[in-house]
């Protein structure tokens, strides 16, 4: 309980430091609307305990559109601490107290993804982003999973690539990049089944709650695999560059949750008092 109240007097004295920066970068259009919310999320996750691996990297040019899976609202966090982005984000979240405020901050484009005739302005919009030098974040599952599985991509707002090429009389190609996120272990021990909900956020559970659990659960060990970046052009096919991406982040997040000897002497250790105390193996996560 002292480490959680700590986290969150020093994430309170951080955004109040930074705010009137942030506010005056994105009044004047400064390039460090972009920069202060990374370093932002840097601290944060240095202080929440996230420990980030990352395989490959970033596409160094822009305009590019990330295609990314979704398992918690800490791959926001996550994402932002590794590199300069913008996200796109349901409609709900400007709503929320505090993180909406904060994502609005981040100039995260948001979406009323029941509504598919906003579909046109929210790529209008995505477009924008992208033409004005940003790299923008899509969770293309439209929804948050469990972090082991993947949802089927959505195409719909990948359109914006069409739309800012269609708009731009300086881009001829938008590079596109698949990301994966993999939360792969949490105070040493392998994400199985039994700790999987401590950093999935997903279905109906309420997001308080499980900030403040992620804060107080320890150290956090992510993995964030960058696929290929792919220049596309008008005539790209939107649907084919979605089943790309996500054929390459299915094979990425796999690779990713694969087990290692260390996750096989981990599972050891943590079977061995069930074996003493009951002579009977205990099931693994």
């Known amino acids: 309980m002292i480490r959680l109240i700590l986290v969150i007097a020093a994430l309170t004295i951080l955004t109040l430091a930074l705010l009137p920066f942030q506010l005056i970068a994105i009044a004047l259009g400064l390039p460090m609307q972009r920069t202060i919310p990374h370093r932002f999320h840097r601290i944060l996750c240095k202080l929440a305990g996230v420990r980030i691996r990352q395989n490959g990297q970033r596409a160094a040019e822009t305009p590019l559109l990330i295609l990314a899976n979704h398992a918690s609202w800490l791959d926001i966090c996550v994402i932002t601490a590794v590199t300069p982005v913008v996200f796109v984000a349901k409609s709900e979240v400007a709503q929320w107290p505090v993180f909406g405020w904060l994502a609005k901050l981040q100039r995260t484009v948001f979406i009323d993804r029941e509504r598919r005739q906003q579909t046109s302005t929210a790529t209008a919009e995505i477009a924008g982003r992208l033409l004005g030098g940003n790299a923008v ?23 914006s690539v069409h739309q800012a090429l269609g708009t731009s009389a300086v881009h001829s ?11 792969t272990r949490i105070d040493g021990l ?79 250790a943590t079977s061995t008092p069930a074996l003493a105390g009951h002579g009977a193996p205990a099931s693994n996560p």
Not at 222 to 247: C, P
């Open 137 to 159: 974040v899509l969770f293309a599952e439209g929804t948050s999973s469990d972090g082991t599985r993947i949802l089927p991509f959505k195409s719909a707002l990948v359109g």
């Open 173 to 183: 190609r938008i590079a596109v990049q698949p990301l994966s996120l993999a939360y």
């Open 190 to 268: 392998p994400v199985g089944r039994a700790l999987r909900e401590r950093v999935a956020w997903y279905g109906d559970a309420d997001l308080i709650p499980h900030f403040i659990g992620v804060l107080s659960s320890g150290a956090i060990d992510i993995t964030l695999s960058w696929g290929d970046a792919v220049a596309l052009d008008i005539d790209a096919d939107r649907k084919q560059i979605t089943r790309m991406a996500e054929a390459s982040v299915r094979r990425m997040t796999a690779a990713a949750l694969r087990p290692t000897p260390m996750d096989s002497q981990a599972s050891v």
